[in-house]
Protein backbone atom coordinates (compact mmCIF):
# COMPACT_ATOMS: atom_id res chain seq x y z
CA UNK A 1 0.00 0.00 0.00
CA UNK A 2 1.83 3.53 -0.81
CA UNK A 3 2.00 5.95 1.58
CA UNK A 4 -0.47 9.39 1.97
CA UNK A 5 1.62 12.43 2.92
CA UNK A 6 0.37 15.48 3.89
CA UNK A 7 3.50 16.65 5.10
CA UNK A 8 3.47 16.93 9.01
CA UNK A 9 5.71 19.71 8.73
CA UNK A 10 3.34 21.68 6.13
CA UNK A 11 0.50 20.37 8.28
CA UNK A 12 1.82 22.02 11.43
CA UNK A 13 3.01 25.20 10.06
CA UNK A 14 -0.65 25.82 8.20
CA UNK A 15 -2.74 24.93 11.24
CA UNK A 16 -0.14 27.10 13.55
CA UNK A 17 -0.81 30.08 11.14
CA UNK A 18 -4.66 29.27 10.67
CA UNK A 19 -6.23 32.53 10.03
CA UNK A 20 -8.44 33.87 12.37
CA UNK A 21 -11.64 35.79 11.82
CA UNK A 22 -12.63 38.06 14.88
CA UNK A 23 -16.22 39.53 15.05
CA UNK A 24 -17.87 41.29 17.23
CA UNK A 25 -19.40 37.05 19.04
CA UNK A 26 -17.54 35.01 17.34
CA UNK A 27 -13.47 33.61 16.29
CA UNK A 28 -13.08 30.77 14.23
CA UNK A 29 -10.15 29.22 12.62
CA UNK A 30 -9.53 27.65 9.03
CA UNK A 31 -6.98 25.10 8.12
CA UNK A 32 -5.59 24.33 4.73
CA UNK A 33 -3.33 22.29 3.11
CA UNK A 34 -2.31 20.00 0.03
CA UNK A 35 -2.52 16.44 0.05
CA UNK A 36 0.71 14.42 -2.18
CA UNK A 37 1.93 11.22 -2.29
CA UNK A 38 6.26 10.32 -1.67
CA UNK A 39 6.57 11.58 -5.33
CA UNK A 40 4.73 15.04 -4.91
CA UNK A 41 2.07 14.21 -7.22
CA UNK A 42 -1.56 15.76 -5.94
CA UNK A 43 -3.58 14.01 -4.50
CA UNK A 44 -7.57 14.76 -5.52
CA UNK A 45 -10.12 13.75 -3.46
CA UNK A 46 -8.83 12.73 -0.49
CA UNK A 47 -11.03 12.81 2.76
CA UNK A 48 -9.68 15.06 5.67
CA UNK A 49 -11.17 15.10 8.96
CA UNK A 50 -10.11 17.24 11.95
CA UNK A 51 -11.53 16.19 15.29
CA UNK A 52 -11.47 18.82 18.42
CA UNK A 53 -10.28 16.31 21.07
CA UNK A 54 -11.90 18.14 24.08
CA UNK A 55 -15.50 18.28 22.18
CA UNK A 56 -15.42 15.35 19.46
CA UNK A 57 -16.64 18.20 17.15
CA UNK A 58 -15.35 17.12 13.64
CA UNK A 59 -14.93 19.54 10.12
CA UNK A 60 -14.43 17.54 7.12
CA UNK A 61 -13.21 18.56 3.37
CA UNK A 62 -12.11 16.76 0.44
CA UNK A 63 -8.89 17.87 -1.46
CA UNK A 64 -9.77 19.33 -4.93
CA UNK A 65 -8.12 18.27 -8.18
CA UNK A 66 -4.86 19.39 -7.28
CA UNK A 67 -4.95 17.97 -3.61
CA UNK A 68 -5.28 21.10 -2.07
CA UNK A 69 -8.35 21.52 0.54
CA UNK A 70 -9.50 23.70 3.13
CA UNK A 71 -11.01 23.61 6.62
CA UNK A 72 -13.09 25.93 7.67
CA UNK A 73 -15.19 27.17 10.69
CA UNK A 74 -13.25 25.86 13.40
CA UNK A 75 -13.27 26.79 17.20
CA UNK A 76 -10.01 27.26 18.45
CA UNK A 77 -8.82 24.12 20.07
CA UNK A 78 -6.46 20.93 20.22
CA UNK A 79 -7.49 18.96 16.82
CA UNK A 80 -6.43 15.61 15.44
CA UNK A 81 -5.97 15.47 11.92
CA UNK A 82 -6.83 12.61 9.62
CA UNK A 83 -6.24 12.24 5.75
CA UNK A 84 -7.72 8.91 3.82
CA UNK A 85 -7.53 8.62 0.05
CA UNK A 86 -8.14 5.10 -1.70
CA UNK A 87 -5.39 3.20 -2.25
CA UNK A 88 -2.66 4.99 0.34
CA UNK A 89 -2.38 4.25 4.02
CA UNK A 90 -3.89 7.07 5.94
CA UNK A 91 -2.41 9.67 7.30
CA UNK A 92 -2.63 11.18 11.58
CA UNK A 93 -1.41 14.01 13.15
CA UNK A 94 -2.58 14.52 16.68
CA UNK A 95 -2.30 17.60 18.99
CA UNK A 96 -2.07 20.41 16.78
CA UNK A 97 -3.04 23.51 19.12
CA UNK A 98 -4.83 26.67 17.77
CA UNK A 99 -3.43 29.84 18.89
CA UNK A 100 -5.36 33.03 18.46
CA UNK A 101 -3.25 35.88 16.94
Do not use: C
Request: hydrophobic share 40%; net charge neutral; aromatic share 8%.
Amino acid sequence: MKRLVTGFVALFLLFTAATWVATAQRTAASISGTVTDPSGAAIPGAHITATEISTGIQTQAQSNGEGFYVLSNMQPGTYRVRVESAGFESYEQTGLASRER
